[in-house]
DNA sequence: TTTTAATTGCAAATCATTTGCAATTAATTG
DNA sequence: CAATTAATTGCAAATGATTTGCAATTAAAA
């Protein structure tokens, strides 16, 4: 499950300094991890486990249990992400600011690759699921499996 | 994460013996561990975690490790079929023969209450995923999640 | 009933993730 | 700029789910 992200995609650049802004606006340390964590988060476009996070950074950088914890950080203040693609790792992707990261992948079962999807489960289906059920605050967790065109070769 | 399950709802009495049919077919012996697992996940509708499984069973009938074994091969000859809810704890149900079990679920964010969805992703859309990314033999994974009526209260 | 391969229990091993704690440090304050 | 303080970190140990090695047991075939 891994494959090297080859893609030269970064985000826009002012994202990163509105992301330090945004952890000083809430009363938390932009400490030399943190802004590592960030730095690659912004490189990829692609969820990363914790691990492959770790990965990137030079060695000894930052300890696997301070990712895990400016992780859980992140994505409490909605700076981040999180996907699960039932492999039994949690993935996190960059959240741009004002938008909830809401979407979905199509990931090849063979090679891992991961292409992010624009499609969503329609709206007025999800609404009356959750009214013939009575419930409240209804959203979906959705994910795409498949072969990859590299795979099928 | 758990409700007691007080559904008195069991699967069709025919079941049962075709399930250890199977099992006799695919080479596998009928142990008392597997009729019992077999017959607990009969008697629930909604998907069973292994260590509930190990629950439900009379003490000291069956040790978890072999459920776990059990399961993975139920789940290979596709008789049972894996949901995973995102919290890190996989869950089974057992898979009507000729069927594969494809289904979703609609569950409470606050006391876990499990619903069956009869929606699922609209096969257009899904087909046109595949297409637009060149990917072959695409499914998908998606579960539901809200406040139940109870816990709205 | 014998033979044999599948299965089980039990303990130890894995893996991802979390946590306690003492040492370090960013950010604030004087 | 130095002192103060609460947040943060590294490291090791703890958790929890799931897997695995292995010797003992047992279902099914002969």
Redesign the pocket.
Known sequence: MKKPCNCPHTHPKQELSSLTTR??RE????????AAILEILHQHRHPL???EIHAELPK???????I??????LEKLGMVKRFDFGD???RFELVVEGDDGHHHHLICTQCAQVVEIGECFPAEIEHRIARQNGFRAVTHRLEFFGVCPDCQK
Do not use: F, H, S
């Not at 000894?60 to 301070?66: K, M, Q, R, S, V």
């Open positions: 952890l000083r009363a938390r340390k932009i400490t030399g991890p943190r486990t914790n691990k000894g950088e930052c300890d696997l249990a301070t895990y914890r400016a992780m859980q950080m039994g790792v949690a």
